[in-house]
C-alpha cells in the first residue's frame, strides 16, 4: 500500500509540482540532515542564489532561534526552511520592510495552516506561531548588507507539523504543539510548505507594491498580543509590565503601562500574562 502523502519523505519533484509560486521555492534545495537551513541559505547567498531560493531540511543539528537559542528539529516531522528575500524597496522603505518581514512570515504560516486545516493559529508579537498559549512554530529573519545596494534577508522558518505530545522534550511538552496535535490528524508537509510559500510570496509582493497598510490590517486582526496584559523581557533583563495596545505602523509593539504612558517596543520577547 502507498505511503499517505503526510509521511512521505520530503523531495524537490513532489514540491515543485505542489508549489502555485511565481518565484519562491523555484530554486530549491531539499537537504536531508543540516546543520540549519539559515546557514545553509547564507552560504548560497554568496554564490549568487536568486530571490525567492529555498533550502528545506527533514532535520536540523542545530537548529536556531532568537538570540541562539536552540530550535528543536527532528527528522521527518516538520518543517525547517529558510527563504532568501534580495528584491528590496526603495532605499527610503528598506527600513519599514525589514522590520516588517519577521512579522510578515509569521503571518504567512499562520494563514497557510488555516488554509490547509480546521486550525486558526494566532501570532504572538512579533513572530510566534501559537495555538491557545502553546507555540506551533517560529521565525527567524537575519539579514546581511544592510545600508548597501545589496541587502538579502533569510527568512527562517520552523513549524511542527506531524510531531507527537510525547516526541518533544520535557522543557517543550507542556508549552509547544504541532498541526497533527491540534487538528488530530497528520498533515501533508508538501502541501503546507508549498501553501506557506504562496502566502509568503503574496505578502511580500503586496508590500513592495506599496500596500503595506493591508498587512498591518491582517496582522491586527490575527495578534493575539493585542488587549492583552503582558511582560516585555528586554535586552540587558531589562523587564517591563503594562498591556497590549496596537501594532505601529512601523511593526512595533505599543505597550500601555499601568501609569497609563505609552513605550513602543521594537525587539524583545514578550510574555502573555493572562
Ligand atoms: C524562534 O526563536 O521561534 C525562531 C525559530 C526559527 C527556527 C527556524 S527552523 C528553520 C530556520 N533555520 C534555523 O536554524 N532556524 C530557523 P525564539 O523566539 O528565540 O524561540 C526559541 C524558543 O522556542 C526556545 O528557547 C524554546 O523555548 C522554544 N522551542 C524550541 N524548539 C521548539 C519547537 N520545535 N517548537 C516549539 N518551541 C520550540
Known sequence: MATPAAFQ?????NIQRALSTKTFGRTLHVLEEVASTNTQAAALVQDGAPHGT????ESQTAGRGRLGRHWHSPSGKNLYCSVLLRTMPAREQ???????????AALAVSRAVQVLTNLKPSVKWPNDILIGNRKLGGVLCESSGVGTAHVTVIVGIGLNVNIRQDEFPDELREIATSVAIESQRPCDRTALLAAL??????????????NHGDILEEYMLRCST????????LAHGEQMEGTAGSIRPDGALRIIRDDHTAVDIRAGDVIHLR
Open 9 to 13: 519523505p520530503l523531495n524537490a519533484r
Open 54 to 57: 529555498v533550502v528545506v531540511a
Open 94 to 104: 528598506q527600513p519599514l520592510w525589514l522590520s516588517w518581514i519577521p512579522l510578515t
Open 197 to 210: 510559500l504562496a502566502e509568503l510570496e503574496t505578502r511580500c509582493e503586496s508590500f513592495l507594491a506599496g
Open 226 to 233: 493585542i488587549g492583552r496584559r503582558v511582560r516585555i523581557e
